[in-house]
């Protein structure tokens, strides 16, 4: 069964930083792309960043770019997401995903994933 436990969340003042975790278990760790996304209040899904199967490729929303990094750790089939500089409006359950890429790179679009996690909030106060 494919399991993915996102941890990491919390409130954090603006400007701060926090690192999100992804633990993965079920599945070929390094066979599947990991993407994060993220939904506020009132808000659609918001694809934030991925990394390819290799982990050679990655992808970041232009919102993110220069303050997110994504990265994997094939040996502990865990995947995170450093946060730095966050912003109010970072705000928002964070969810992990994977699905199975026929590319080396990987995308942010939400509908080619197969499997998600249960979610993570991060509140970022002003």
């Known amino acids: 069964e494919v399991q993915l436990v996102e941890s990491g969340g919390g409130l954090v003042q603006a400007g701060g930083s926090l690192r999100l975790s992804c633990a993965a278990s079920g599945f070929t760790f390094d066979d599947y792309a990991i993407g994060w996304f993220r939904q506020a209040p009132g808000k659609e899904y918001e694809g934030v960043s991925c990394i390819s199967s290799s982990g050679g490729s990655t992808v970041y929303a232009d919102s993110v770019k220069g303050r997110f990094t994504i990265s994997s750790d094939n040996v502990k089939n865990t995947a995170y997401l450093q946060m730095n500089s966050l912003k109010p409006e970072d705000t928002a359950v964070y969810y992990c995903?994977?699905?199975?890429?026929?590319?080396?790179?990987?995308?942010?679009?939400?509908?080619?994933?197969?499997?998600w996690g249960q979610g993570t909030q991060v509140t970022v106060s002003s």
């Open positions: 995903a994977i699905y199975f890429p026929y590319s080396s790179s990987c995308r942010i679009r939400g509908s080619v994933y197969d499997y």
